[in-house]
C-alpha cells in the first residue's frame, strides 16, 4: 500500500503536502513506518528525510551497499550496524513523524600533490556510494531508505586566507589592474596570457592569439610616437626626425591611475548583535546629548526605536516625546518597566553643572482603565481571573533645565489595579517634557522657512500677558481615532507641513438626538472647533512670538446661517460633518540648494451634509428604538496648495517670433559677439584681452588684403594702366 501511494505522490509533485498526510494516516492506521521520499539522490554533504508512522520503538541504522554482481539487486534491507563515513542524527517533529539527517563525517577539500592527509579528496568526484538507511524493531527492518550520493570536492584556492589590509601599489609606476581579461576566480581565461590561474600547457594553446592591449594585460604599451615602436613596414621616412625617446615610466596610460595608498578593510554585515561600546560621561549638556545617572549610565525612559517600544531607551537632552508602548498580558508582570521597584524611580542624575539631580517621584492612582487597556477576555470565570495590583500606566517626566544643566526632574508615576482573565492588551504611556522654569522647550519647524513634515506652528494671543502682545504656541490639529474609533475617545495630531491628509472619527447619534437637531449641529461644530483653536499661523518655520509680521490670521468661512432650512422628522439638515482646510505658501528663496516656504494664507472652511438614520437591510431597530444609535462621520483634511512664482514681465513680440536672437534660449548667442571687448568681461585682464582683439582685426585686415577681393582690384587696375 505504501508503495502504491509513493507512486500516486511521484506522479504530481504540486500535491507533496497532501501525500505527507496520507503516509501519515495510513502508517498510523496499520501501525507501519515508511521513509519519505524511500529515494533520494544526494550532491551535498547532508541529506534529509521523513520516518513517518509509529517511530515509537524505532532504530535507525546505516550502511554502504552494491549491486548483486548475479542478480543486480541490493539485497534485502539489514539492521546489522556498519562503519560508515557518514553520521546519522534523528529528530522527532510531530508524534508520527521522526526528522531522519544523514552528515558526510569527510572534508570536500580536493588533496594537494603528495598530500599525506587523509582528510581530503583524492579526486575530484569525491564521494560515489549507495547508502542504505533501514529503520528496525528489535532487529527487524520496518523501511528501508535508499541514497545515491555523487559528490564532487570543492574547489578552492590555495592561498584562501585573508588579511585586515589591502596593500595597492604605487599607480605611478604600476598599474593597479594588472590582468584586466582575467575575469574567472580560480580558473584560466582563453587568450588571457596575463592570467596566474593559466598553466604553461594552457598558454601552449593561444600563446600566439593573446589578447591585445590594455584588457590583455598590456595596460602599458609603448605609445607610437616612441622610437622604439618604429617597424619598417608602417613607419614613414618622417618618423625618425618627429618620434620620442623617453623613459617607459613616462607612460600617457599611468595618468588613469590613481596614487596608491594602504586601504583598511571596512568588515562587512553581519548577523552577530553589535558590541555596544560602555558610555562616555560629558561635563556639560547640549541639545541631543545623552543624560548620564550618577555612576556613568545612561538615563533610561522605554522609547519607540524604528516603530518598537525599547524600554531602555537612553533620554537625550532638550529632547522632548511622548510615546504608547502595547504589551500583551498573559500574568502579572514583575520588573521594569510595568512593576519597577522605588529605587528604579528615584535615581540621581548628572546634572551637567558638576551636581546631581534626584528624581522627585509622585505617585497616582488611575482610577479610570479604559484609555489604557484596549482589549479583553470576558469568557473566563471568576475563580480564573487575576488581580494585578500597581501596574505601571504611565510614566511622565518633567525635566527642568537652565543653561547647560539640569535643576531638577519630576516624575508622576501612574498606576492601577489589572483584572486579568486569560489575556490584557495594557497600553502604557511614556513621555519626557524639557521646560525652561516653566516654558515647554518648542521645536521649530525649519530655518527660516518650513520644511516639509514639520508641524505647523498655530498661536493664540497669550492673555495672561497683555502688555507685550506675545503669541502662544499652538497646533492645528487633525483626527487620529483608537480603538473604537469614536470622537470622544479619538486623539488628536499636528497637521504636518506639505503633507495633505484627511482624517475622521464616529459620533454615535439616535433617533431621540435628531430630534434636537440645533443641538446636534452645535455638538458637532464644537467637535470641529475643537481641532483649531488657534487665531493665528506662523509665516515661517522659526516665528518670534514678539513680532506680529511673523505671524497671519487664519482666516474661518462662516456658515452661512441666513437660508434656514426646516428639519423633517428623524433626520437634520446643515450638519458640518467636513472641516477643510486649506494652507497657500509660497517659495521665498534658497539655502544651501533648500526651497524656503513661507505660509502666505490658511482658511478653515465647513462643508454641510444632511444626517438621517438608515433603517434599510431589514435593521430597523434604530427607528423604532429612540435611544438605539447609529454612528456617522466627521471628517477634517487638509491641503497645502503651492503658489507660483512671480514669472516676470510678459516677453515682447519681437522675443517671441525671433527667438534665434535670445541668448537664454540658444547656445550661440550673436548679439554677444563682441563681449570679449565690453567691460563685463572678466575672464582677463582688459590690457591683455585688447591687445589679443588688436591682432584679430589685423589678421582679419591681412587676410581681406591677401585675399580674393584685393587681388581682383590689383587685376582691375592693371587692365586700367593698359
Known amino acids: 500500500m505504501a508503495n502504491v501511494v509513493n507512486i500516486l505522490c511521484l506522479s504530481s509533485i504540486s500535491h507533496q503536502v497532501a501525500c505527507v498526510l496520507l503516509f501519515v494516516s495510513l502508517a498510523h492506521t496499520q501501525n507501519i513506518v515508511v521513509f519519505q521520499p524511500s529515494y533520494l539522490t544526494a550532491t551535498g554533504p547532508t541529506v534529509t528525510a521523513l ?23 541490493l539485497g534485502s534491507p539489514s ?76 574547489l578552492v584556492p590555495a592561498n584562501a586566507g ?95 591611475f590613481y596614487q596608491g ?51 531602555s531607551a537612553p533620554v537625550a537632552f532638550l529632547k522632548n516625546f511622548k510615546v504608547k508602548c502595547v504589551t500583551m498580558l498573559r500574568s502579572c508582570p514583575t520588573g521594569s518597566p510595568l512593576q519597577p521597584l522605588p529605587a528604579d524611580l528615584r535615581i540621581k542624575v548628572k ?92 521645536p521649530n519647524s525649519g530655518n527660516p522657512g518650513y520644511q516639509v513634515g514639520r508641524p505647523v506652528i498655530a498661536g493664540i494671543v497669550d492673555t495672561l500677558d497683555n502688555d ?71 509665516k515661517s518655520g522659526n516665528p518670534d512670538p514678539l513680532i506680529m509680521t511673523d505671524w497671519i490670521n487664519i482666516s474661518f468661512v462662516t456658515l452661512n446661517s441666513s437660508t434656514t432650512m426646516e428639519d423633517p422628522t428623524s433626520s437634520c439638515y446643515g450638519i458640518p460633518s467636513h472641516q477643510h482646510i486649506r494652507v497657500w505658501s509660497l517659495i521665498t528663496g534658497v539655502v544651501d540648494g533648500i526651497p524656503q516656504k513661507d505660509i502666505r494664507a490658511l482658511e478653515v472652511s465647513y462643508s454641510l451634509s444632511p444626517w438621517a438614520l438608515d433603517c434599510g437591510g431589514g435593521d430597523v431597530s434604530v427607528c423604532a428604538d429612540p435611544m438605539e444609535t447609529q454612528l456617522f462621520p466627521i471628517t477634517t483634511s487638509v491641503t497645502f496648495i503651492d503658489i507660483p512664482m512671480d514669472p516676470g514681465p510678459p516677453k515682447t513680440r519681437f522675443q517671441i517670433n525671433f527667438t534665434e536672437y535670445d541668448c537664454n534660449r540658444n547656445d550661440v548667442c550673436w548679439p554677444e559677439l563682441a563681449f570679449p571687448f565690453t567691460k563685463y568681461y572678466t575672464g582677463e585682464p582688459y590690457s591683455l584681452s585688447l591687445a589679443k582683439s588688436l591682432i584679430l582685426v589685423f589678421f582679419f585686415i591681412a587676410a581681406s588684403i591677401l585675399g580674393t577681393p584685393w587681388r581682383q582690384i590689383r587685376q582691375a587696375l592693371n587692365c586700367a594702366n593698359l
Open 351 to 442: 546634572n551637567g553643572q558638576g551636581g546631581d539631580a534626584l528624581v522627585d517621584v509622585i505617585e497616582e492612582v488611575a482610577s479610570d482603565l479604559s484609555q489604557f487597556i484596549l482589549s479583553t477576555d470576558a469568557a473566563a470565570s471568576s475563580d480564573e481571573r487575576l488581580v494585578c495590583e500597581n501596574v505601571t500606566l504611565a510614566l511622565d517626566y518633567k525635566i527642568y533645565w537652565k543653561g547647560n544643566g539640569i535643576t531638577s526632574i519630576t516624575l508622576t508615576h501612574t498606576v492601577g489595579t489589572i483584572t486579568l482573565n486569560s489575556s490584557v492588551a495594557l497600553t502604557t504611556r511614556y513621555s519626557a517634557v524639557f521646560l525652561n522654569g516653566e516654558f515647554t522647550v518648542e
Open 162 to 256: 585573508s588579511d585586515n589590509k589591502t596593500a595597492i601599489p604605487n599607480q605611478v609606476y604600476q598599474t593597479l589592474g594588472s590582468c584586466p581579461c582575467d575575469l574567472t576566480f580560480s580558473a584560466c581565461d582563453t587568450r588571457c596570457c596575463c592570467d596566474k590561474d593559466c598553466s604553461i600547457e594552457d598558454l601552449k594553446l593561444f600563446v600566439s592569439h593573446c589578447l591585445p592591449g590594455p584588457f590583455g594585460g598590456q595596460v602599458s604599451p609603448a605609445p607610437d610616437y616612441q622610437c622604439s615602436v618604429q617597424s619598417s613596414e608602417n613607419s614613414p621616412d618622417w618618423f625618425p626626425f618627429l618620434c620620442v625617446s623617453s623613459p617607459p615610466e613616462n607612460n600617457p596610460y599611468l595618468g588613469l
Open 261 to 311: 595608498d594602504t586601504i583598511a578593510s571596512k568588515p562587512g554585515p553581519s548577523f552577530q548583535g553589535p558590541i555596544m561600546s560602555a558610555p562616555v560621561p560629558v561635563n556639560s549638556y547640549i541639545q541631543g546629548s545623552p543624560i548620564f545617572t550618577l555612576n556613568d549610565q545612561f538615563f533610561t525612559i522605554p522609547q519607540k526605536v524604528l516603530g518598537w517600544c525599547v524600554n
Open 79 to 154: 539492521c546489522v550496524p556498519q562503519v560508515t563515513q557518514w553520521v546519522l542524527t534523528k529528530g522527532q517533529v510531530g508524534k508520527t513523524a521522526v526528522r531522519v539527517q544523514l552528515r558526510l563525517d569527510k572534508s570536500l577539500r580536493l588533496c594537494g600533490e603528495n598530500e599525506t592527509d587523509t582528510d581530503c579528496c583524492p579526486e575530484p568526484l569525491c564521494v560515489l556510494e549507495t547508502l542504505q538507511v533501514s529503520a528496525c524493531v528489535g532487529g527487524t527492518p520496518q523501511a528501508s531508505l535508499l541514497i545515491q550520493a555523487k559528490i564532487h570536492a570543492l
Open 468 to 538: 507685550t502682545g506675545s503669541i502662544q504656541r499652538t497646533s492645528i490639529n487633525l483626527w487620529k481615532p483608537v480603538s473604537d474609533a469614536f470622537c470622544s475617545t479619538a486623539e488628536k495630531k499636528p497637521v504636518l507641513f506639505g503633507e495633505n491628509s484627511t482624517s475622521g472619527c464616529l459620533l454615535p447619534v439616535s433617533r431621540q438626538s435628531l430630534t434636537q437637531c440645533d443641538l446636534l449641529r452645535e455638538t458637532v461644530a464644537s467637535l470641529q472647533a475643537d481641532l483649531v483653536r488657534a487665531t493665528y499661523v506662523a
Open 51 to 73: 520516518l513517518l508512522g509509529n517511530t515509537s520503538d524505532i532504530s535507525l541504522n546505516v550502511r554502504t551497499v552494491s549491486p548483486s554482481n548475479k542478480t543486480g539487486g
